[in-house]
């Protein structure tokens, strides 16, 4: 962040929860000397400054303020807005003798600039062109009551685009979940230290635009171990093992993709070309034999093997260094049988093993193999979490980060529970988070895709956790290139594939 710019839209790496957030504020205040009124002013200078950014030519505006710092907050920038003079309102929320005595300065502030303020009424309309959301902050947990739930129904119902101060009322900064209803912003700007759920679950719907300004006093966020950390492309990238000039295709690793039942060849077959194009030197598809022939043609680099069992898919498992199944696998017996020789094979030998799709549902029913292993990747999505789990969906998606860590803790290895911020969970360490990828990735075969390019990885050396954080980076910042270039509707899972190879092949430096 330059000293020009009080924000930027480079996010860090660190994710706090809610406590360790008022322990950043304390440290500032405490450690750092810096007073709770001057952190609240950084913090409404840096709002104003991104709003004169954002909308350069707004005149008018309504600045929703609860009774906390998060208000005090809004306080401010409704002085510096009344200061420039755009017509600003506050709708006040909570008891104003209960304010905190910086959030009354800020208040304080706002009158001597000569802003309007009136109490919130279920029926007012909202004047203005842009709407500031400044009633709870991280306080927000569990369903909101009365005037404040009120107060998010009249903001949503309205026309104009929101901006919210450090987390948009109701989404929970530990969890990224929504008890019943949350301000859907068009920008936040979070302050001091990026809150977790803000980038997984309801989180990426609900803030828009993600902005982060530390007030002066990064140096706290140093001092405390994050609750999780934000993946980025290049600080794992750096982990794929560069190629001697005598390289080999043997020393790149050989995946076999296993799966592709009656009519889902196609499953299979963008799995291996995914595995292929991120760098593995061989690789291979056992599948239904009527798959072998379609499979060849869209890929004749690929070796392709028609089983018609378990038993003919055994002797073919000698050859691989690494072990993808699940893609197009389906529910039949041929299915059990081939997952079944799969697990043995690959605890028999110790073969790194990526689990996705039907072969999840078929672990989660125990019929094909029982216990935790450390030498495999599972890719559950929410849905197949809620059947290893034995519970809803729903109780998934109310903390997406207990999900991960329960299915860790219970199958052992390491967990990619995908979904809006994909969670890395290794057990050992924080657990990573991949703010990448977008709602046109929403549709069939990305999951394919991304299993292949995990066994891509894992088969060129990396260590399975190493592969997990590489490769949702790599899968998601793909699907963004694709839209980017394509436009979300519409986007399918084969239109990855190009930009896989240019993310394993950074430019060169010279």
């Given at each position: 962040m330059s000293a020009a710019c009080l924000f930027t839209s480079t996010l860090p790496t660190a994710l706090f929860n809610a406590d360790q957030l008022k322990q950043l504020d304390q440290m500032a205040s405490n450690d750092l000397g810096v007073p709770g009124i001057r952190l609240m002013k950084r913090a409404g200078r840096a709002a104003f400054e991104l709003i004169q950014q954002r909308w350069p030519e707004l005149e008018s505006m309504t600045v929703f303020c609860g009774a906390g710092n998060n208000g005090g907050d809004g306080y401010v920038v409704a002085a510096l807005a009344a200061q420039k003079r755009i017509l600003v309102n506050v709708v006040q929320l909570g008891n104003e003798e209960k304010m905190s005595a910086d959030a009354q300065a800020a208040y304080q502030?706002?009158?001597?600039?000569?802003?309007?303020?009136?109490?919130?009424?279920?029926?007012?309309?909202?004047?203005?062109?842009?709407?500031?959301?400044?009633?709870?902050?991280?306080?927000?947990?569990?369903?909101?009551?009365?005037?404040?739930?009120?107060?998010?129904?009249?903001?949503?119902?309205?026309?104009?685009?929101?901006?919210?101060?450090?987390i948009p009322t109701g989404l929970c900064a530990d969890t990224g979940a929504v008890a019943a209803q949350g301000v859907y912003a068009s920008a936040t700007i979070s302050f001091i230290g990026m809150k977790k759920g803000q980038l997984t679950g309801r989180g990426p719907a609900l803030?828009?635009?993600?902005?982060?300004?530390?007030?002066?006093?990064?140096?706290?966020?140093?001092?405390l171990v994050a609750d999780a950390q934000r993946l980025t492309l290049e600080q794992w990238q750096q982990l794929l093992p560069s190629r001697p000039g005598d390289a080999h295709k043997g020393l790149f690793g050989h995946v076999m993709v296993v799966g592709g039942d009656l009519g889902y060849g196609g499953a299979a077959a963008m799995a291996a070309e995914a595995a292929a194009r991120v760098g593995s030197g061989l690789v291979s598809v056992a599948t239904r034999a009527e798959h072998v022939a379609g499979v060849l043609a869209r890929h004749p680099e690929l070796m392709v093997a028609g089983v018609a069992s378990g038993q003919q898919l055994e002797p073919l498992l000698d050859?691989?260094?690494?072990?993808?199944?699940?893609?197009g696998l389906g529910r039949s017996s041929w299915s059990e049988q081939v997952l079944?020789?799969?697990?043995?094979?690959?605890?028999?030998?110790?073969?790194?093993?990526?689990?996705?799709?039907?072969?999840?549902?078929?672990?989660?029913?125990?019929?094909?193999?029982?216990?935790?292993?450390?030498?495999?990747?599972?890719?559950?999505?929410?849905?197949?979490?809620?059947?290893?789990?034995?519970?809803?969906?729903?109780?998934?998606?109310?903390?997406?980060?207990?999900?991960?860590?329960?299915?860790?803790?219970?199958?052992?290895?390491?967990?990619?529970?995908?979904?809006?911020?994909?969670?890395?969970?290794?057990?050992?360490?924080?657990?990573?988070?991949?703010?990448?990828?977008?709602?046109?990735?929403?549709?069939?075969?990305?999951?394919?895709?991304?299993?292949?390019?995990?066994?891509?990885?894992?088969?060129?050396?990396?260590a399975l956790a190493d592969a997990a954080r590489l490769g949702v980076c790599i899968h998601g910042i793909a699907g963004d290139k694709a839209a980017a270039e394509l436009g979300q509707r519409g986007l399918m899972a084969t239109d990855l594939i190009p930009h896989l190879q240019r993310l394993v092949n950074p430019e060169p430096k010279f």
């Open positions: 502030f706002a009158r001597q600039e000569g802003v309007i303020m009136a109490p919130f009424t279920e029926h007012g309309a909202i004047e203005g062109e842009l709407i500031v959301d400044a009633l709870l902050g991280i306080g927000s947990n569990g369903p909101l009551r009365g005037d404040y739930a009120a107060a998010v129904a009249q903001i949503n119902e309205a026309q104009p685009p929101v901006l919210a101060l450090d803030c828009g635009d993600l902005y982060y300004a530390d007030l002066a006093v990064a140096e706290v966020a140093t001092r050859r691989p260094t690494v072990l993808v199944v699940g893609p079944k020789q799969v697990c043995d094979a690959s605890e028999a030998r110790n073969l790194p093993l990526i689990m996705d799709a039907d072969a999840l549902n078929i672990l989660a029913e125990g019929r094909v193999i029982n216990g935790s292993r450390e030498h495999w990747i599972l890719t559950p999505h929410p849905g197949e979490a809620a059947r290893l789990l034995d519970c809803s969906v729903a109780e998934i998606e109310q903390n997406r980060f207990a999900a991960a860590e329960e299915l860790q803790a219970s199958y052992g290895g390491t967990v990619i529970l995908k979904g809006a911020g994909s969670l890395v969970c290794c057990g050992n360490g924080v657990i990573g988070l991949a703010n990448v990828g977008n709602p046109g990735m929403a549709t069939a075969g990305m999951g394919d895709v991304l299993s292949g390019v995990l066994g891509g990885l894992v088969a060129q050396g990396m």
